[in-house]
């Protein structure tokens, strides 16, 4: 089985931190997605990374930037967090054309 | 542009009932397409995929899917739903341009009556 983890459930952060949010896989898969999820709007692109150090902007992007040093390993980052990025963050790879994801991670920004 | 629809947003079945949840979609060609579940507080978990052959696929949970071209839908049932099934349901179509992205639907909620 896929197994893709997420290093924290829950995050609370305040408004101007640096936040990053980390995600691993375990089946030396090449593309690594973040979304986020918002009721009512479904799953939103943040970014995309389909090997290492190789990323693509999804379709909102702004006020987030990633890191994929290691291919198992696919990193978040929020450079000032704001209120407006409370959300449900969701790490994804690909399989088969499928993708699989982790847990989630729930973040409140206050 | 590619899009996915589901028209409901909550739907409330019996247990022991049958259940379909609706899905539409918009797509230049041969879509790629998919049914992910979500428990509260969870991530997505995938259901089943069709990407081409028989039109009626299999999933797990005792779920399936028709995908029907005519009237681009690709719609979930189960013919009897347990009290577990309760969760969010998104459809999810392959993007044109990647291959490996993909496109939700909003989702359609499920509870269950008991």
């Known amino acids: 089985d896929v197994k893709v983890t997420q290093s924290s459930r829950y995050l609370v952060k305040r408004t101007g931190e640096k936040v990053f949010l980390e995600c691993v896989q375990d089946m030396d898969h090449e593309n690594m997605f973040w979304y986020r999820q918002d009721p009512g709007l479904g799953l939103r692109l943040i970014y995309f990374?389909?090997?290492?150090?190789?990323?693509e902007k999804g379709d909102i992007p702004e006020g987030y930037s990633v890191s994929r040093e290691k291919k198992e390993r696919f990193s978040l980052i929020l450079e000032s967090a704001s209120t407006n990025q409370t959300s449900m963050y969701l790490c994804?790879?690909?399989?088969?054309?499928?993708?699989?994801f982790g847990p989630g991670t729930r973040l409140l920004v206050l | 542009a590619q899009s996915v629809t589901q028209p409901d947003i909550h739907i409330t079945v019996s247990e022991g009932a049958s259940l379909e949840l609706r899905c539409n979609y918009s797509?230049?060609?041969?879509?790629?397409l998919f049914w992910y579940v979500q428990s509260p507080g969870q991530g997505l978990q995938l259901l089943l995929k069709?990407?081409?052959?028989?039109?009626l696929v299999q999933g797990i949970k005792g779920f399936e899917a028709e995908f029907k071209r005519s009237q681009s839908s690709f719609n979930l049932r189960k013919p009897s739903v347990h009290w577990s099934d309760a969760a969010e349901y998104f459809c999810a179509v392959g993007r044109e341009s990647s291959a490996s992205k993909i496109i939700f639907g909003s989702g359609t909620r499920l509870s269950i009556r008991p």
């Open positions: 990374s389909y090997d290492v150090k190789m990323k």
């Open positions: 797509y230049g060609a041969t879509p790629y």
């Open positions: 069709y990407f081409s052959g028989d039109t």
């Open positions: 994804a790879t690909t399989g088969g054309r499928a993708q699989y």
